[in-house]
């Protein structure tokens, strides 16, 4: 099935508003999250690519958010990250991957609250910025997330992580970035291939990093 541009971006947004106007009962909420994307939910993971300009470490990014200072998020408060979080009973919006890799206890670095693998200019293709390593793109994220994987069967068991993993949410908001760099002039792609040939593309290479996920 094909889908247009305005279809996709429909989709996404209608999916948000579902999410995030459903309620969720206590025998619902889940134990942990799982985030993937670009700057629509990164809560700082740029800030630990040292050679990135793609950063909101800076005023006034971050005037509304506790403790009024910039965070990595692209927003003057929480981002759509955050307020997931709390619709599905977390007391935060997940941690940032690369934050934690600077922690001494490794082993149990990762909470099992859930991780935040998204990076602001990402695709789900690696464009031009993450090869300059101005962003993380999706491939790489879904990497990121096996060794959270792997660490949580580690603590857990195998049975135990499938379960917890089984009852978590994966946030997945990527794609944005892919088409403005379709239609950037001058785009290779653009030359190459039709808007819906270039969609039906992203959709295919979505669906390859969804099933390594699960």
Same mark, same amino acid.
């Given at each position: 099935?094909?889908?247009?541009?305005?279809?996709?971006?429909?989709?996404?947004?209608?999916?948000?508003?579902?999410?995030?106007?459903?309620?969720?009962?206590?025998?619902?909420?889940?134990?942990?999250? /799982?985030?993937?994307?670009?700057?629509?939910?990164?809560?700082?993971?740029?800030?630990?690519?040292?050679?990135?300009?793609?950063?909101?470490?800076?005023?006034?990014?971050?005037?509304?958010?506790?403790?009024?200072?910039?965070?990595?998020?692209?927003?003057?408060?929480?981002?759509?990250?955050?307020?997931?979080?709390?619709?599905?009973?977390?007391?935060?919006?997940?941690?940032? /991957?690369?934050?934690?890799?600077?922690?001494?206890?490794?082993?149990?670095?990762?909470?099992?609250?859930?991780?935040?693998?998204?990076?602001?200019?990402?695709?789900?293709?690696?464009?031009?910025?993450?090869?300059?390593?101005?962003?993380?793109?999706?491939?790489?994220?879904?990497?990121?997330?096996?060794?959270? /994987?792997?660490?949580?069967?580690?603590?857990?068991?195998?049975?135990?992580?499938?379960?917890?993993?089984?009852?978590?949410?994966?946030?997945?908001?990527?794609?944005?970035?892919?088409?403005?760099?379709?239609?950037?002039?001058?785009?290779?792609?653009?030359?190459?291939?039709?808007?819906?040939?270039?969609?039906?593309?992203?959709?295919?290479?979505?669906?390859?990093?969804?099933?390594?996920?699960?």
């Amino acid at each position: 099935m094909a889908y247009s541009v305005s279809q996709m971006t429909f989709f996404f947004f209608f999916s948000l508003l579902l999410l995030i106007s459903f309620s969720f009962s206590e025998a619902q909420k889940v134990p942990a999250m /799982y985030v993937f994307g670009d700057s629509l939910v990164d809560v700082g993971n740029n800030n630990y690519l040292k050679i990135s300009l793609v950063k909101a470490d800076f005023p006034h990014n971050g005037v509304d958010f506790p403790g009024k200072k910039s965070t990595g998020r692209f927003s003057n408060g929480k981002n759509a990250a955050d307020f997931i979080a709390e619709k599905v009973g977390l007391v935060t919006s997940p941690p940032p /991957y690369l934050s934690l890799l600077s922690k001494s206890d490794k082993g149990n670095a990762f909470p099992i609250t859930g991780v935040s693998f998204a990076s602001a200019g990402a695709g789900i293709f690696n464009g031009r910025d993450e090869l300059l390593r101005q962003s993380i793109p999706l491939t790489e994220q879904v990497e990121h997330y096996t060794k959270v /994987y792997e660490n949580l069967v580690q603590k857990l068991g195998s049975a135990a992580a499938q379960d917890h993993l089984s009852k978590s949410l994966f946030t997945v908001v990527i794609g944005s970035n892919d088409v403005l760099g379709f239609f950037n002039p001058g785009s290779d792609q653009a030359k190459k291939t039709t808007p819906q040939q270039f969609i039906d593309i992203m959709i295919l290479a979505l669906k390859i990093a969804l099933k390594v996920i699960n």
